[in-house]
């Protein structure tokens, strides 16, 4: 399959073709982010299902627990849980403390693999493909991400990011005029939203991810959930 086909093609159409592809061996990934309600209430209008999972770290906003129950309201959706493992956290907070994170690089990455890509792996365990909200205009790292690809970290799977070309004024018009539930936190200048104590505010004109773990280089600022391709 030319997966650049799909370049041209809009967020509906290739949403539809996951369905009749995939059906429920696609799963969104989602964190209950803008970009994930765009995407959510544009699948409650297309004709069939895809697996819809979250990761629950252990360290969200209250406001991301709203929003989820406001899309469950809404949409009638069944969302998938993944916590991370018992032992692994239990141990993690145990040796290196609640904040480990904020003391190198190596730390960070060590917390988001425990709370965040194993759970990933758990939960994408039996799909063929996934679905994020992925943007180009995100952040450095995202700059070159296709709307449909071979996973570079998970060969046999595809990895669909309809919204890749779309920009932050088309996401707010989108919400504005189909009405879309949005985490309370975006308009309190929070652009990206994660866990509560690696995420905060933006100024006007700050890079969109620059609020998430703003003591690292842009060049770091991914979690492992989305590498970009060697
Ligand atoms: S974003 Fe922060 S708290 Fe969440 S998993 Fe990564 S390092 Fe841990």
Redesign the pocket.
Known sequence: MNFNEFESKSAQEILQWVIGEYGQRAGLASSFGMEDMVLIDILAKLDGEITLFTLD?G?LHEETYEVMERARSKYGITIQTYFPDKGDAECLLRDKGFFS?RESVDN?KE??AI??IEPLNRALAGLDAWVTGLRREQNVTRTDVQKVAEDSDRPSMVKINPLADWSLDKMEEYIKTNNVPINALHKKNFPSI??A??TRSVEPGQDLRSGR?WWENPEHKE?GLHRRPE
């Open positions: 770290t360290r994170f960070r917390c988001c709370r965040k994660g866990c104590p690696c773990w979690c």
